[in-house]
């Protein structure tokens, strides 16, 4: 059985940090295209980032909201089959439920239940 897990979510201050972990199982992690997806209320949801399989010769390759970068930092651990986000100086704009996503070479995809960020004073 495919599971995707998000864990690390709750309220912080504006100028906090948080780090975001997604915990998969029943799926072949290190092929996987990996990304972060968040969607606030009322709004779609957005890319956030993505790390993409790593290939022998080229390694992954990793890609940022232009509304993160420089903020956010994402990573994989292959062997733990797990994601992570990393969230710095968080503003109240980045306030959603955050989704991690699986998708492999076949184009099959797989989402977590969402954590909850909320950046407020």
């Known amino acids: 059985q495919k599971e995707i897990a998000e864990s690390g979510g709750g309220l912080v201050q504006p100028g906090g940090s948080l780090t975001l972990s997604c915990v998969t199982s029943?799926?072949?992690?290190?092929?996987?295209?990996m990304s972060w997806y968040r969607q606030a209320p009322g709004k779609e949801r957005e890319l956030v980032a993505e790390?993409?399989?790593?290939?022998?010769?080229?390694?992954?390759?990793?890609t940022y909201a232009d509304s993160v970068k420089g903020r956010f930092t994402i990573d994989r651990d292959n062997g733990r089959s797990t994601l992570y986000l990393k969230m710095t100086n968080l503003k109240p704009e980045d306030t959603a439920v955050y989704y991690c996503?699986?998708?492999?070479?076949?184009?099959?995809?797989?989402w977590g239940q969402g954590t909850q960020v909320t950046v407020s004073a």
């Open positions: 996503k699986g998708q492999n070479w076949a184009g099959q995809s797989y």
């Open positions: 029943g799926i072949t992690f290190s092929s996987y295209d």
């Open positions: 790390k993409t399989s790593p290939l022998p010769t080229a390694g992954s390759r990793t």
